[in-house]
């Protein structure tokens, strides 16, 4: 069964969702696993590949775009089919994608702005009524 994480940040604007999630692919991929990020647009995806480009100059990580050939261990997308070799799901998304569950793992990202912390609650209600396991890491403190 997909296991689901939340993470709460302290601040609310977009730019801290995107520096998180950069520092937080760095960990899932140092830990091996390959990673799909869906984004809700391509815009997003865009700034995203340029982020995680920049975010910590001393360092690589490997990434692209969805469908890029080779794939990459870390994929950006915003498509409704990210393809069945990715272990770890990120949703950067406001709405969880159809085709979490054939994810291991899916973390999500809450940020202290009500346009993301209203619909991340619905997604929270929608993950803890079908059963998921759900677990809250609270990066505010």
């Keep these: ?3 689901i994480d939340f993470y709460l940040l ?3 604007n977009p730019g801290s969702r995107l520096d ?3 520092r ?3 960990t899932i991929w140092r830990k091996g696993h390959r990673l799909y990020i869906h984004v809700p647009d391509p815009a997003m995806a865009q700034e995203l590949d340029e982020r995680l480009w920049s975010f910590k100059p001393d360092a690589f ?9 080779p794939p ?3 994929e950006i997308g915003w498509q409704d089919e990210p393809g069945d070799h ?3 799901l990120l949703n950067l998304d406001l709405k969880i994608p159809g085709h979490f569950s054939r994810f291991q793992r899916v973390a999500e990202i809450i940020d202290d702005s009500e346009d993301v912390r209203k619909p991340k609650r619905a997604d929270w209600t929608f993950y803890r009524e079908r059963g998921y396991p759900i677990k809250a890491h609270d990066m505010r403190r």
Aim: hydrophobic share 35%.
């Design 1 to 3: 069964m997909t296991h």
């Design 10 to 12: 302290p601040v609310g």
């Design 20 to 22: 998180f999630a950069c």
């Design 24 to 26: 937080l692919t760095e």
């Design 61 to 69: 990580l490997p990434h692209g775009m969805l469908g890029n050939q």
């Design 72 to 74: 990459s261990p870390v």
């Design 86 to 88: 990715h272990d770890v």
